[in-house]
């Protein structure tokens, strides 16, 4: 069970009393009043999300994940992400009366959004290029219209029941390839095999700058950073305090001022891509807030490019319920074939 440190929180985020939960509230300087959890060992090792779901059961999955992004959910007194695993002891707070107002927010209307085209579907996954500019979860100014509403429409509400989910993201100015488990046993174990590094995806990224060398790794501890940075990053190199952050890179193409690189991820740090290219000197190209403002406002200006150049290219996996070996491939969007020819 998870175990109270300090009110009882508001009753939209109350479970069944099965549930074992207990919580209370206390002021903190972020926030007026925290329902604060500790995590005992029957929690230890589940995500975030998890957790929060059982605890505001009557709670839809949307309104939830919201709160996390937009950091009305913190562990251990920081903002968190919805796929971070819990030790022991670490303590989750919630805002008090946060989830009641997330819930009253009024709900998209599912009919109004763009259909969902599955590159493959199946019984148990679905596999989709998501365009650069949508979300992959709601947030808080992106409208309703995010890459999980799409796929709900899509479904119904029969098989939305059944808690589809993403074992990764991009994001929202990233195009590329994502896997949705349809259902909660094949996204349990597509979500395994991402922490063990059993799903592999490539990625093509144009930067600024000639890149010498033709292929390289990119080893850098990252550390993310917990104040509001606007347009600066969010994610630093930090060789003392950082997280292990490892990045390989092959040289595809090199031009008098950009160059096109592959790239593959041996670890999922926040923003790793954006933040591993500025730390070797060359930014995505279109990126806000890791790259340059006036090159940007430059490309901005001829190629109307208003995302980073990067685009997840190659998903491979193997199927959580069949275990086939299952491949994709999808091409740079029009945008970015448009501005590789430069490099």
């Known amino acids: 069970m998870l175990t109270a440190r300090s009110a009882a929180p508001s009753t939209a985020c109350a479970p069944a009393s099965s549930a074992g939960f207990k919580c ?3 002021a903190a300087p972020w926030r007026a009043r925290l329902v604060q959890l500790i995590i005992d060992e029957n929690n230890a090792g589940r995500r975030v999300d998890s957790v929060l779901r059982r605890l505001c059961a009557s709670t839809p999955l949307g309104p939830l994940m919201r709160l996390i992004r937009v950091g009305a959910v913190r562990l251990n007194g920081r903002r968190c992400r919805g796929g971070t695993r819990l030790r022991l002891h670490d303590t989750l707070q919630l805002a008090a009366g946060a989830v009641s107002q997330a819930s009253a927010a009024p709900q998209p209307s599912l009919a109004s959004l763009p259909p969902l085209e599955p590159l493959y579907e199946d019984a ?12 992959c979860h709601p947030g808080t100014a992106r409208g309703d219209d995010h890459l999980m ?22 994001d929202a100015g990233v195009s590329g390839l994502l896997v949705v488990g349809k259902q909660a046993r ?10 063990q590094g059993r799903i592999l995806k490539r990625y093509v990224a144009i930067v600024a700058g000639r890149v010498a060398a033709p292929a390289g790794r990119i080893d ?5 950073t917990d104040q509001p ?31 096109v ?7 999922g740090r926040t923003h790793q891509i954006r933040a591993h290219l500025r730390h070797l000197g060359h930014p995505l190209l279109g990126d806000a807030r890791y790259g340059d403002a006036q090159r940007n406002a430059r490309l901005l200006a001829t190629f109307g490019l208003r995302h980073p150049a990067l685009h997840a290219a190659v998903l491979r996996f193997v199927h959580p319920i069949s275990g086939r070996r299952m491949s994709f ?15």
Do not use: W, Y
């Open 24 to 26: 209370r509230s206390e």
């Open 124 to 135: 148990d996954v679905l596999v989709v290029d998501k365009p650069a500019g949508l979300a």
């Open 149 to 170: 509403a799409r796929v709900a429409q899509h479904l119904g509400p029969a098989q939305v029941g059944q808690a589809p989910g993403l074992c990764q993201r991009l």
């Open 186 to 195: 094949a996204l349990r174990r597509l979500s395994a095999d991402v922490e």
């Open 220 to 224: 850098m501890p990252l550390r993310v």
């Open 229 to 259: 940075m606007g347009n600066r990053p969010r994610t630093l190199a930090d060789p003392d305090h950082g997280a292990l952050a490892v990045t390989d890179f092959r040289r595809l193409a090199v031009g008098t001022d950009c160059s």
């Open 261 to 267: 690189l592959c790239l593959r991820l041996h670890t």
């Open 329 to 343: 491939a999808t091409p740079l969007p029009q945008i970015l074939r448009r501005l590789a020819p430069r490099c």
